[in-house]
């Protein structure tokens, strides 16, 4: 297994696309048999171009792809850069011997109902659950149901892991590319299902930390919170609404972390029932949408249930950045004994960047200290899908890395 990357700022597509493809072609040596194109919303006008120029130079290599707020990969100085707010391209390609590669596109309105058996969701995508696949998901922000579609494949494909993002979309048409074989779509999703000799371990960095104590939820219905008690605790007296368990951790914050109370507040569901000490990657991040003051009720951009234990997360830059090192640096410590990453995929949200941190190529850059000089290519999205715990989730604020190696031998 051999993967390449390279990115092009040129400003003609015919220029920017020779560029990445000599480059990827040198660095791989051999034909390649999976190539990942992200093409950012600059060229919206050129999406149709794209694919009869890659076709010839990459010959019988399956395509897919899509567009992007920001594209991100490997420069010509060999420098890992995410390229935001001007035009750019990033092309994966990768010599994938022993794997099967199926290439899909659904459209929303046509999945099967949750209440379907796996195997209408197994026709639809064209591969077995016994193969163990692996996928690359890139879909139309606009598409409603992706919760839905998440749901079926993990029902269908309970071992596989999911990774990707949300395209991006030109402003003034609020039209995206989607890219699959040799076809452009506007809507629904494109991926591939990879199966064999592979394996994808995800990493999902949603960028925040805990404070205060962590709390069971004792009275909800659907998104809304509206009695809370400590997570050890039993006693119905004991209960209160999350409003006043927010005001009580407030005044335990410094000024720093109250200020940031004021605009980076979330909440963590907690997706174990089982676990008793949650930590880092237990936590399922929620935007808190709403406060009722009235009766001191929380909604939150999730459904809850009764029983789940929940805690308030705060996000900024050094947060964010701190929580991608742990994580890059425990995956390479738990993984010195396995087969070493081939090549990898960044699934990154368009608040990160330059919108997040005070220097550009943040995320990049903490990949390559923690993993070397693994071909790394992805994009900025509209909306990342990546796994907590064995369930996966649609993110917001969050970097997803997709890292490719071959089966441990």
């Known amino acids: 297994m051999k993967w390449a990357s390279a990115v092009s700022t040129h400003p003609s597509l015919e220029l920017a696309l020779r560029e990445v493809i000599e480059r ?6 051999m034909a390649p048999n999976l190539a990942i194109i992200f093409i950012s919303s600059a060229f919206a006008s050129e999406y149709s171009r794209v694919l009869p120029l890659l076709k010839g130079p990459l010959g019988g290599a399956h395509i897919v792809g899509c567009s992007g707020g920001g594209v991100i990969g490997r420069s010509n100085t060999g420098e890992l850069v995410e390229v935001e707010e001007t035009a750019g391209i990033s092309l994966t390609v990768a010599y994938l011997p022993d794997v099967n590669i199926q290439g899909f596109h659904l ?11 796996p195997s209408e969701w197994t026709e639809i995508i064209g591969v077995s659950p016994a193969e163990k696949p692996h996928f690359l998901l890139m879909a139309d922000p606009f598409a409603s149901g992706m919760n839905d579609l998440l749901q079926g494949l993990d029902f269908a494909y309970p071992e596989s892991v999911k990774v990707g993002g949300l395209a991006g979309i030109e402003s003034i048409s609020r039209s995206c590319g989607l890219f699959c074989g040799q ?3 506007r809507q629904g999703v494109v991926g591939v299902a990879l199966s064999g000799n592979i394996v994808i371990d995800a990493i999902v960095a949603q960028g925040c930390r805990p404070i205060g104590p962590t709390f069971r939820v004792v009275e909800g219905d659907r998104n809304v919170v509206t009695k809370v008690a400590a997570q050890a605790s039993q006693n119905e007296a004991d209960t209160q609404t999350p409003l006043e368990a927010l005001q009580e951790l407030f005044q335990d914050l410094d000024e720093t972390d109250r200020q940031l109370a004021q605009e980076s507040l979330f909440i963590g569901l907690a997706q174990s029932s089982f676990k008793q000490a949650l930590g880092q990657g237990d936590f399922l991040i929620r935007n808190l949408v709403g406060v009722d003051p009235k009766v001191g009720a929380i909604a939150i951009a999730d459904r809850i249930r009764p ?12 947060t964010a950045k701190d929580d991608l090192v742990a994580l890059l640096k425990t995956y390479r410590l738990e993984n010195q004994a396995r087969s070493a990453p081939s090549g990898a995929l960044l699934f990154a949200c368009n608040g990160r960047g330059t919108s997040l941190f005070d220097t550009p190529n943040c995320d990049t850059k903490q990949f390559s200290s923690q993993l070397g000089p693994v071909p790394l290519g992805g994009f900025f999205c509209s909306g990342e899908i990546g796994p907590v715990g064995n369930t996966t989730f649609l993110h917001g604020f969050t970097s997803v890395f997709g890292i490719c190696r071959e089966l441990d031998k």
């Open 24 to 29: 990827v072609l040198t660095q791989l040596e």
């Open 107 to 117: 459209s929303i309105d046509e999945l099967p109902d949750l209440d379907s058996p």
């Open 183 to 185: 076809q452009l779509y």
């Open 307 to 318: 029983g789940q234990r929940i805690q308030f997360h705060l996000r900024d830059a050094h």
